[in-house]
């Protein structure tokens, strides 16, 4: 596709459900990244790989997070047992390589957990 | 602490004023990224600095990396520049490090 993609655009979810987003990069995008925005505040790293490698996860707040990008392509961010605190944007980004280039970022998927 | 402080919080303009917002960050950020953001829209990135000065548009921002400062202009402001403008800093990886946004409001 043209842009970075995500889906669903919005979930809601039982508190103790599992939730998983997904992220489709820019085609060739070898970074990816994914944040989360509470309401009204600014984007917190959680996660990045470089194509299939996560080389970094210091960001995700708890081992109820998981992220993956098997084959270097789609990624999905799985949350379990989701909690209310969880409630926030999640915000999928891609470049083309590393630093220094120009980052590219999907619409955001919106969890409400209740 | 946050790495990127971003000024001001909120701003109020009147269509066709010039406007400044400002970044600072610390070491180890090598590289600045202005991105809007429009209410319950996506995030689009505008400009992505190193050194010097780029221009699109109306926009232009400047980077002095020797005073870890960079600068987003807008000329001639348009209601629909009213957005969030935030600063981000990255470095090798662009994992990025975000300053807590500028609220614009341009009234017509």
């Known amino acids: 596709g043209a842009g970075v993609s995500q889906s669903p655009r919005y979930k809601v979810a039982k508190r103790g459900q599992d939730v998983a987003l997904r992220c489709d990069p820019i085609?060739?995008?070898?970074?990816l990244f994914w944040y989360q925005q509470a309401l009204g505040q600014g984007p917190e790293f959680l996660t990045y790989?470089?194509?299939?490698?996560?080389?970094?996860k210091s960001g995700l707040p708890s081992d109820r997070f998981f992220a993956e990008r098997p084959e270097g392509s789609v990624s999905t961010l799985k949350i379990q047992r989701t909690q209310q605190e969880d409630s926030a944007v999640y915000l999928c980004?891609?470049?083309?390589?590393?630093?220094?280039?120009?980052?590219?970022f999907g619409e955001g998927s919106w969890l409400t957990v209740v | 602490k946050n790495e990127v402080e971003q000024s001001p919080q909120n701003l109020t303009a009147q269509e066709g004023e010039f406007i400044t917002i400002n970044c600072s960050y610390s070491?180890?950020?090598?590289?600045l990224h202005w991105l809007q953001q429009h209410p319950g829209g996506g995030i689009v990135s505008l400009f992505m600095?190193?050194?010097g000065k780029k221009k699109h548009g109306r926009l232009i921002a400047t980077i002095n990396i020797q005073e870890k400062h960079s600068s987003l202009h807008i000329t001639a402001s348009h209601p629909r520049d009213s957005a969030v403008y935030i600063c981000?800093?990255?470095?090798?990886?662009?994992?990025?490090?975000f300053g807590t946004g500028t609220l614009l409001a341009v009234q017509p």
């Open positions: 980004a891609s470049s083309l390589l590393q630093g220094g280039n120009t980052i590219y």
């Open positions: 085609s060739g995008h070898v970074s």
């Open positions: 790989f470089q194509n299939e490698a996560q080389l970094d």
């Open positions: 070491v180890g950020i090598s590289a």
């Open positions: 600095l190193s050194s």
């Open positions: 981000a800093g990255g470095g090798a990886t662009n994992k990025l490090i």
